[in-house]
């Protein structure tokens, strides 16, 4: 914030804001109605007066952000505006939805009734605890797309003024705007969003290298703009020749994609050779031929510069499910650096930056059938989640996420139609997305004539043909063949349908035995759940009537005599003491006093007493790290890049802590680390002096493989913490032969 801002009043400060939200909607393609949203803006203002935010500042500066991003990023209309200024009112005061429709009509008070309806839950203080808000939000979305838009724009300017908070409620909501408003994001087409909301919890979860990457991308900055100057020339120039009006920008990763890249990759900063793109967006000449002007600038690109084969995407002729149209090429520029060029047209641009919101202003008869097209089966996967939910909040929430963050393939019918689906999907997702019943009797498939099992994995241009038969019915086995939530929903559903029906016939079963081979035993059907090791009753009942339990096979009668003749033998010794029942509970009863207004100190001497270290990640003392509180009060301590930590953010915030790290000095961890380099005599000898004699740490297996003049290996040794495995590294990372050095996650 500038001096000049700092030392404005309150009432001065918030007239400038809504006046530069008023300039933004000057500035839109939309009919101007600034009298009704100057009256929402006085309504709201008149309504949160005297209210202050966490960090200080008047509310109403809240909905104005919220308002200006409607209007500037989204270009949405006067409706949307004034739902966004008006967006809290309805839950901190006592104003109702009938008075905003009174006031300023039916269709804002909708909206507003929509926004109100998902400000707990998922969306709001209590956001873990409840993804049956995240619901609501879907299904309102399905009645008005608003909805979603600006509550899309709500969790941005959130995100944007994080800093308030207390470091366990940041993690919680960088943690599910990360696993779901992203995803969200991007589903939507709101692609500058998504990056922003992707960049500003990277911020929060991993500070020291959201710092160091940006500093490096900015210190690179005048250095990469040479290149791009000496690329772009001839481009403008020919470009320039044909007569074509356009703009080229240049347009550099963001620091989440890149360190998500390094991430994945396993690679240095220096190896992401495609950390910039040109973005070429031009004005058709008759809109009717948009697509012929951009294969004709790709065919003036690959004229001049050298084409990489592999790296063409079509999304021109075949649009991405949210709409998303460009022709992206990458080309070896001068100096021998690849640069991808991206070519879209002005409305190409326009719904690629703003995504769904982009069609309230272009409803010429190509896009809009598509998109919209595109848009509704969307939603209808969607719908068909929250019709069939999974058992827990978690299974919902991944449903969810399934449909909202996967790239798509497409593949083609027997008959030549095509069907999109998402990346990874298999034979068995092809037979749920052409139809329910086909999927239901899938016994395999022929792709490209071919036949392969339900489970193979499908790439774009496949054609793919269902082969059934009308015994075949869904397996449990199933669920780990497919990827899409259709596919998951209807065989959870049938696989209920058959367990319902099972327990039924099992408890009949049960019963009959009970009455006929042991009479009147109260407990018998204990028993026979100890006996086979089962969890409940249902569980015995479904077993039993599948057949996977035969109660009239071997000695199950005598086992039952035996057990229910020390029953009450052990409920006595329950009762006065002495069984390991109460041993356990006095064990859980233990729970440490933790304040979750402050880091939970990670003391060495309480490992493993008052917390301990999560098996899905490993972490190592002073990774970036939070807490979860078990059930068992124990403190269990996540990497804050685990996918499982990724999970219990956004389904269990209100049990996540801060962490601060002691020092370890006691205990070591395993670790693992992978090198690769240019094969050279005595470089495993480099590696080992640098482990053993250097830096004193026990190496307890390497492996090393060579093959035409490149080395790979893996190297498992000890240490104390993250700060011996970066240290190593960077030490490695000076010998000469060696050109990857990264840490391998888990052990």
Known sequence: MSEEIKNLSDEELIEKEFQELIEDYLNSPHRKKIEIITKAFNFANAAHKGIRRRSGEPYILHPIAVARIVAKDMTLGSTSICAALLHDVVEDTE????????????????????????????????????????????LTMSEDIRVVLIKMADRLHNMRTLDSMLPSKQFKIAGETQYLYAPLAYRLGLHAIKSELEDLSFKYEHPDAYRE??????????????????????????????????????????????????????????????????????????????????????????????????????????????????????VMGPGGHWIEVQIRSERMNEIAEKGMAAHFNYKTETTTVETSSELNDWLKRIREVLENPGPSAMD????????????????????????????????????????????????????????????????SGDQVEILTSRSQLP??????????????????????????????????????????????????INTLIQIHNLASKEELFKQVGKKEIDLEDGDIVEQVKDKESGFFTRNLRQIFGGGKSNKRNAVNSEKVPIDKKKSFFLEEEDFNKTFKFADCCHPLPFDDALGYIS???????????????????????????????????????PVSIEVKGVDAIG?????????????????????????????????????????????????????????????????
């Open 213 to 330: 990457l940006s500093e490096r991308i900015s210190t690179e900055e005048s250095l990469r703009q040479n290149i791009y100057e000496d690329f772009a020339a001839p481009i403008r120039h020919k470009l320039s020749e044909m007569g074509v009006k356009f703009d080229m920008i240049w347009r550099t990763k963001s620091v989440y994609s890149v360190w998500l890249k390094m991430q994945t990759k396993k690679v240095s900063f220096e190896e992401i050779y495609d950390l910039c793109a040109a973005r070429i967006i031009f004005k058709p000449k008759d809109e009717n031929l948009e697509k012929i002007e951009c294969w004709n600038i790709y065919s003036l690109i690959t004229d001049i510069y050298r084409l990489h084969p592999e790296r063409i995407r079509d999304w021109v002729s075949r649009p991405k499910a949210n709409g998303y149209q460009a022709l992206h090429v990458t």
């Open 396 to 459: 919902f929430l991944d449903s969810i996420k399934m449909n909202l963050y996967a790239s798509e393939i497409f593949v083609f019918t027997p008959k030549g139609e095509i069907k999109t689906l998402p990346q990874g999907a298999t034979a068995l997702d092809f037979a749920f997305n052409l139809h329910t019943q086909l999927g239901y009797h899938c016994i395999g498939a022929k792709v490209n004539h071919k036949l392969v099992p339900l489970s193979h994995k499908l790439q």
């Open 475 to 524: 397996q449990p086995e199933w669920l780990n063949y497919v990827t899409t939530s259709h596919a998951r929903v209807n065989i959870n559903k049938q696989l209920q349908k058959d367990d319902r029906l099972a327990i039924q016939q099992g408890e009949t079963i049960v019963k009959e035995f009970i009455s006929s081979h042991l009479g009147e035993k109260p407990h018998a």
């Open 95 to 138: 104003f109702t939805v009938e008075d905003i429709s009174n006031l300023f009509g039916e269709k804002v008070a909708q909206i507003v009734d929509g926004l109100t309806k998902i400000s707990g839950g998922i969306f709001g203080e209590q956001a873990s605890s409840q993804a049956e808000n995240f619901r609501k939000l879907l």
């Open 631 to 669: 059930d068992s009060g124990m403190v269990e301590v996540h990497k804050r890049s685990c996918p499982v930590a990724m999970r219990l953010k956004s389904t269990f915030g209100n049990k996540l802590l801060s962490v601060e790290w002691s020092s370890f000095a006691e205990h070591s961890f």
């Open 683 to 747: 470089v495993l000898n480099d590696i080992t002096k640098v482990l053993s004699e250097e830096l004193s740490m026990n190496i307890q297996k390497i492996h090393i493989e060579t093959k035409d003049g490149i080395f790979e290996g893996r190297i498992e040794f000890m240490v104390h913490s993250a700060i011996d495995v970066n240290n190593l590294c960077s030490k490695l990372n000076r010998l000469t032969n060696l050109t990857t050095v990264a840490r391998v996650d888990g052990k």
